[in-house]
């Protein structure tokens, strides 16, 4: 090898290892780049968060043409906060309920992550790969104050909506004996159909039910279902577990610096009047 090759291969070595140096931390780590750098993750689309979310969804998920997807509520910005911990961008799907909870939008590779006030459970956790669970929720019945509902055990003979594939329909069956259960796709349609007298009460998530009581002085919540439910984001099943465990960073990191808790008293927090 010629004096000028050495001099020129010794300068490429040089430099390789000055880059590798600067994209590790100085412990071995590993590189401190954002994760988003090349698609690690196994986005649907590098560089991007595609989430799919069944819309509206008050006060988890609701369109806003004011924020950066698109979609704003509890589930939206704390999933946008997530995406701009990983440099990503965040795109929203609207979907089904029923084809998120499924796993199929998941596994056919519409989107990275469901983002819509799913609760985790067993039979869910077969199709779908869960985040840390970052909401707690109860079940709960709303209905018309003149109606003389007062309770779930009232509901004989009166026609209850809940929506396709929620764990709100899986209570209402198997508590509200007698009643006539009617699904709707979303709470898009609930909500009117209750207003229209279609039907005489709505099974679903408190959060939800509380929004539809403080929008209408008609209607009220009268029961509470502890069931010991919490929310998590899901993917598909065993598909992406690097992007599993980044989420469940940011999280983390959401809660530590205080970000988490803000975000939940700006639609939860009771205020003084």
Same mark, same amino acid.
């Given at each position: ?38 698609? &690690? ?52 799907? &609207? ?33 779908? &790969? ?74 679903? &998530? ?68």
């Amino acid at each position: 090898m010629s004096a000028h090759s050495l001099r020129t291969g010794l300068a490429a070595l040089a430099a390789a290892l000055l880059l590798a140096s600067c994209g590790s931390s100085g412990d071995g780590g590993s590189s401190t780049a954002s994760p988003a750098a090349g698609n &690690d993750l196994k986005l649907v689309q590098a560089g991007t968060l595609t989430a799919c979310s069944d819309v509206p969804y008050p006060p988890f998920e609701v369109e806003d043409a004011s924020a950066p997807s698109g979609y704003s509520g509890f589930d939206m910005d704390l999933l946008q906060k997530i995406a701009d911990g990983l440099g990503l961008k965040l795109v929203v799907n &609207d979907v089904s309920f029923d084809a998120l909870q499924s796993g199929t939008v998941l596994a056919s590779g519409q989107c990275d992550i469901a983002a819509s006030a799913m609760t985790i459970t067993p039979a869910r956790q077969k199709n779908l &790969d869960f985040t840390d669970p970052y909401y707690d929720s109860l079940q709960s019945l709303l209905v018309p104050v003149d109606s003389g509902i007062k309770s779930i055990n009232d509901l004989a003979g009166k026609k209850v909506g809940v929506q396709q594939g929620t764990t709100g329909k899986h209570y209402a069956e198997e508590h509200a004996k007698g009643a006539s259960i009617n699904e709707f796709p979303s709470d898009g349609e609930l909500w009117p159909a209750l207003q229209a007298g279609q039907i005489d009460a709505i099974l679903q &998530d408190l959060p939800v039910n509380i929004v539809h009581e403080k929008a209408d002085a008609k209607y009220k919540v009268v029961e509470e279902y502890k069931t010991d439910e919490q929310y998590g984001f899901a993917m598909s099943k065993g598909e992406r577990p690097e992007l599993l465990k980044a989420v469940n960073a940011q999280l983390k990191t959401l809660r530590d610096d205080g970000t988490y808790q803000k975000i939940y008293d700006s639609y939860f927090a009771i205020k003084a009047s």
